[in-house]
């Protein structure tokens, strides 16, 4: 049974974060869908313009095994902002699925209470800035607490979605993933 997995798009989404993990995804075979919070092609942060796949409202109902929010700002606080981001969220931490967030997105996982007591990371800076007694904040690059998958910014991009991957479909299809991409091993 393919995985499908939703990345929700905001004016002023992170590219490097958004394209990376739906490139990755994809080239594990993973259904991504890309879904605007309006109708229509939205902007980045860096200017770049891409058209989802569908609106938000289009996949209210659908199911999906993930669901991956980038960061960026002024998209994060767009996501945080939009109570449908919310709902699915919690629906999607309420049916047993993945919800992964990285760089300032974080902070719409902690908004929608997906972080009490768990350990979590974000763009420095981000979580800490909130009142959030019960979250472990950790330095670390990419960090898992069970079905919440967090990370630290455009440059963690890349070992996120390889997680992502393997947290859907296993080691071997995130290795299958990585050897193409030629990436150096750490000395």
Same mark, same amino acid.
């Given at each position: 049974?393919?995985? +499908?997995?939703?990345?929700?798009?905001?004016?002023?989404?992170?590219?490097?974060?958004?394209?990376?993990?739906?490139?990755?995804?994809?080239?594990?075979? !993973?259904?991504?869908?890309?879904?605007?919070?309006?109708?229509?092609?939205?902007?980045?942060?860096?200017?770049?313009?891409?058209?989802?796949?569908?609106?938000?409202?289009?996949?209210?109902?659908?199911?999906?095994?993930?669901?991956?929010?980038?960061?960026?700002?002024? *998209?994060?606080?767009?996501?945080?902002?939009?109570?449908? !981001?919310?709902?699915?969220?919690?629906?999607?931490?309420?049916?047993?699925?993945?919800?992964?967030?990285?760089?300032?997105?974080?902070?719409?996982?902690?908004?929608?209470?997906?972080?009490?007591? +768990?350990?979590?990371?974000?763009?420095? *800076?981000?979580?800490?800035?909130?009142?959030?007694?019960?979250?472990?904040?950790?330095?670390?690059?990419?960090?898992?607490?069970?079905?919440?998958?967090?990370?630290?910014?455009?440059?963690?991009?890349?070992?996120?979605?390889?997680?992502? !991957?393997?947290?859907?479909?296993?080691?071997?299809?995130?290795?299958?993933?990585?050897?193409?991409?030629?990436?150096?091993?750490?000395?």
């Amino acid at each position: 049974m393919s995985k +499908r997995v939703l990345v929700p798009l905001a004016e002023g989404f992170e590219e490097l974060e958004a394209v990376t993990v739906i490139d990755l995804l994809r080239r594990a075979g !993973i259904e991504v869908v890309t879904a605007g919070l309006q109708p229509g092609p939205v902007r980045g942060s860096r200017g770049t313009v891409i058209v989802p796949d569908s609106s938000l409202d289009q996949v209210l109902d659908a199911s999906f095994d993930m669901i991956v929010l980038p960061g960026g700002l002024p *998209g994060a606080d767009h996501l945080n902002e939009d109570p449908r !981001i919310h709902g699915l969220l919690r629906r999607m931490a309420a049916e047993g699925g993945y919800t992964a967030a990285i760089c300032a997105a974080p902070k719409v996982l902690a908004s929608a209470g997906l972080l009490e007591g +768990r350990q979590a990371t974000s763009y420095p *800076g981000v979580l800490e800035a909130m009142d959030l007694p019960s979250v472990k904040l950790s330095p670390q690059p990419v960090v898992v607490d069970d079905r919440v998958v967090t990370s630290r910014g455009p440059g963690t991009a890349m070992d996120f979605a390889l997680e992502l !991957i393997e947290r859907l479909l296993g080691r071997e299809a995130r290795d299958q993933v990585e050897r193409p991409l030629q990436r150096p091993r750490p000395c």
